[in-house]
């Protein structure tokens, strides 16, 4: 058992968070690397109300460096998207104008999900939302029952593949087009949300990379993520961050890795620091070490992927599939 000082940033104090080996096999070998060079620093618990905000004359955008009256602080800036399940966690350092921007990203974001946040009852800004494949020959719709539960119907037109042995049904849809690196950019900027004031200095060119396209030609090796999917679902996000070890800093590896739980996701990605000068020399590899998603459960159900984002082109026809068992539906 590992026990740390972490900075809580829902309850904006110091605590102790521990982190456990209860892994097997070579997911137990890959926690004790992962913790071997990095370190927890940021915990972030969904918070049961609304975090207290600075007054809007005290504010300033930390994407855009801006203050009123040159720009406003009127809506309400969330950290994660709410389609991720977050009701709660906002933050004051987000412009009115930098915040709408940031809506393109979330919209791909969206998309790039697919069919899982209507079939897993995911409440976004508006409830749950209804799925309609890109070719339209399948659609999920959401209704409430008679105790007002979210009920979801599955209206197909062929696309269901039945198990009979297994008792499970495989749907696939196409999704709908998104652009990748939107969704990459949707990453980033939780990331960037979340680091202490102190740590932006070393972060000029990740806030470019959210606020403008000046590099998205650039980030072929850097814009890519890990993504975990868990045979349970969380109603409720939470974030953990990591910074690399200061008797590893001339390691080349990644100063911060971000790891975000949500719904049945685990996705990690690491932050792109100007003092990790090794990503930007030519002929250089930009690697950085994986740690297992924290689930109790068999590791065996654990799906892992390594997913690449850096595109800019709109993504079509892109296959979605999932597996319910009968218990499921």
């Known amino acids: 058992m590992y026990r740390y000082e972490v900075y809580n940033y829902t309850e904006k104090r110091r605590v102790i968070f521990t982190l456990e080996n209860h892994f097997s096999g070579d997911y137990s070998v890959a926690f004790e690397k992962f913790i071997h060079f990095y370190s927890p620093d940021t915990i972030v618990p969904h918070p049961d109300k609304k975090l207290l905000l600075r007054k809007r004359s005290e504010r300033m955008c930390r994407f855009c460096y801006e203050v009123e009256p040159k720009v406003t602080f009127k809506n309400v800036a969330h950290i994660m998207p709410q389609l991720m399940g977050n009701r709660y966690l906002i933050h004051d350092s987000e412009c009115d104008t930098c915040n709408k ?107 470019q990379i959210i606020t403008s396209g000046m590099f998205d030609t650039k980030l072929g090796n850097f814009a890519k993520a890990v993504k975990f999917t868990l045979p349970v679902y969380n109603p409720t996000p939470l974030v953990v961050t990591y910074k690399k070890k200061e008797e590893h800093s001339n390691e080349h590896l990644p100063s911060k890795i971000v790891v975000i739980y949500f719904g049945r996701y685990v996705y990690q990605f690491f932050l792109i620091n100007i003092q990790d000068k090794f990503m930007f020399t030519e002929g250089e590899k930009c690697e950085w070490i994986i740690t297992p998603p924290y689930y109790r459960g068999k590791q065996e159900d654990i799906f892992g992927e390594r997913i690449d984002l850096s595109s800019n082109v709109l993504k079509k026809g892109e296959l979605d599939s999932a597996v319910f068992t009968f218990d499921d539906i």
Not at 142 to 162: L, N, P, W
Request: a neutral charge.
């Open 101 to 207: 921007k940031f809506g393109i990203y979330e919209d791909s974001f969206a998309k790039f999900l697919g069919m899982m946040r209507t079939a897993d009852a995911m409440k976004g800004q508006s409830g749950v939302p209804n799925f309609k494949s890109a070719d339209g020959k399948l659609i999920m719709a959401v209704e409430k029952d008679e105790k007002g539960m979210d009920v979801v119907s599955v209206f197909d037109k062929g696309g269901a593949e039945y198990r009979e042995n297994e008792k499970s049904i495989v749907l696939t849809a196409i999704k709908p087009s998104y652009i990748p690196l939107h969704v990459m950019k949707c990453f980033y900027k939780i990331g960037y949300s979340l680091l202490d004031p102190t740590e932006l200095e070393d972060y000029p060119s990740l806030r």
